[in-house]
């Protein structure tokens, strides 16, 4: 079997990637280790930056964000009881979009589905060849049958654990990473929103985020040490928790009700350098990782995907590797500046174990500016709705 551009993964990015190639007439096959259902089983993140919207309108599945998507041009800080309102639409004249990475992958999997584009699920102990020579190939598992697929390139969007960037020489790979002390614990419930618009709030027990999906689904988010368990966090014990770490006046709004689903997620910041080798391309998760306080994991790899999708166009329509050339750092230029603004949210918003007196009064003054310069909230509300791309 064969194909331009094989493309490992079947998330958000690489479903992107696909989609955007398959309609500018290059061919292209996703394998993926998991089952289609696995793969919109997983609950990430639902704020869209407009390189992520202008990506899937370039792919042609904006229907259902246009209908459902939430506009929101602002969000609410606070801190230890201060509150503010960034206004994002006053500050930079821009907004961001809610609608949930679910949605997101749903809508590009039937859009794939609809022009016949081939993804094949189940793809086990899948294996890149060659990667740095003229002729990649890749290599799996389906039904018990080992196969072979060759092609011009390799799209790794196959996230944090996947194969493609283990495939990398691991002296050609320089890695760069801060894990934090501390987790988020999740809970997705059928009720609405606490607020029209997220908050963000550092409190003395923990960071608070109140987020949403729709109107009528919320997701909050508590700080918890890395010891937590799941089993640890009733229902009930969460909302409770919730509730003691916000003012009166937004509890008094809460509406609670049963997990739809409940986690605990570590936060890290990645980023490995190349994410080119060869013929192989890494992109999404596969690539870097953010602390989602910055709420840019999903929109970094559709960044990534809209850089690779051009370089790919550029050499197949006009012959050009100018684009691939400069895949890399292009990305990574983009890639530092959302991992410098999640670790700048990371740090101010949170409550760390052992934090000194000076800690504490700079976490304070980075909040001060944001209430009493305009240039301070300006630059939060330009990285928070997104970099240029």
Same mark, same amino acid.
């Given at each position: 079997m064969r194909t331009q551009v094989?493309?490992?993964g079947a998330g958000p990015s690489g479903l992107l990637l696909g989609q955007i190639l398959a309609k500018n007439g290059i061919d292209n096959i996703i394998l993926e280790r998991q089952t289609g259902e696995y793969?919109?089983? %997983?609950? %990430?993140?639902?704020?869209l930056e407009s390189v992520v919207v202008d990506g899937l309108e370039r792919a042609g599945v904006t229907k259902n964000l246009k209908e459902q998507g939430l506009v929101h041009e602002g969000c609410e800080i606070i801190f230890n009881g201060q509150q503010h309102r960034i206004d994002f639409k006053k500050l930079v004249n821009r907004n961001v979009v809610v609608y949930g990475q679910t949605?997101?992958?749903?809508?590009?999997?039937?859009? %794939?589905?609809?022009?016949g584009a081939t993804t094949i699920y189940e793809a086990?102990?899948?294996?890149?060849?060659?990667?740095?020579?003229?002729a990649p190939y890749v290599t799996y598992t389906k039904d018990g049958q080992e196969h072979r697929l060759d092609c011009d390139f390799i799209a790794g969007c196959d996230g944090f654990h996947g194969v493609s960037r283990p495939t990398i020489p691991a002296h050609i790979l320089k890695e760069y990473e801060?894990?934090?002390?501390?987790?988020?614990?999740?809970?997705?419930?059928d009720t609405p929103p606490v607020s029209e618009e997220l908050i963000y709030a550092k409190h003395e027990r923990g960071f608070v985020l109140c987020s949403q999906r729709s109107k009528t689904r919320s997701r909050y988010y508590l700080q918890v040490p890395l010891t937590d368990k799941i089993e640890d966090w009733s229902d009930e014990r969460f909302w409770e928790e919730l509730k003691a770490r916000l003012a009166p006046e937004i509890t008094a709004n809460l509406v609670t009700g049963p997990s739809?689903?409940?986690?605990?997620?570590?936060? %890290?910041s990645f980023v490995t350098e190349p994410m080119r080798y060869g013929k192989l391309f890494l992109a999404g998760d596969a690539a870097h990782i953010v602390p989602p306080t910055g709420a840019k994991g999903l929109n970094l790899a559709g960044s990534d995907v809209l850089y690779l999708?051009?370089?790919l166009l550029d050499f197949y329509q006009n012959k050009s590797e100018a684009g691939i050339d400069n895949y890399s750092a292009r990305c990574l230029k983009r890639i530092w500046g959302a991992e410098r603004f999640s670790w700048y949210m990371t740090k101010m918003l949170h409550t760390f174990d052992h934090i000194d007196d000076w800690d504490e009064?700079?976490?304070?003054?980075?909040?001060?500016?944001?209430?009493n310069s305009e240039y301070g909230a300006k630059l939060l509300a330009e990285n928070y709705t997104g970099l240029p791309y």
């Open positions: 094989a493309i490992i793969v919109l089983g %997983r609950i %990430r993140a639902g704020v949605e997101v992958t749903r809508d590009l999997m039937e859009a %794939r589905a609809e022009i086990k102990d899948v294996k890149l060849h060659d990667v740095d020579s003229a801060r894990v934090y002390p501390f987790g988020w614990l999740g809970l997705m419930s739809l689903e409940k986690s605990i997620a570590p936060l %890290r999708s051009d370089a009064k700079m976490q304070e003054a980075e909040f001060n500016q944001l209430l």
